[in-house]
């Protein structure tokens, strides 16, 4: 599953950032496990006016059922999907 990380600042900022950024778990999973570690994180293309950036996505885990949900940029959702959601 994704979760959205509203994110203001520049493509770069999260970069530099992104060691330290204070992510909100969720209050619950699916299966009601309140309990979640991080689980890696992997990386992503993104481009922006012809620049390519490779930008890290952070993943967590719930600990009852293995569930695990990524922490995708604003910036990595086209503006078309956030109209559908």
Known sequence: MQK??????????????????????????????VKFHKWGKYERYVIEAKTEHIVAIQRICCVKCGITYSYLPSFCVSKWSIAWS
């Open 4 to 33: 959205i990380l509203k994110w203001k600042g520049s493509i770069k900022a999260y970069q530099a950032s992104f060691k330290n950024l204070n992510l909100e778990k969720p209050k619950k999973c699916v299966c009601g496990c």
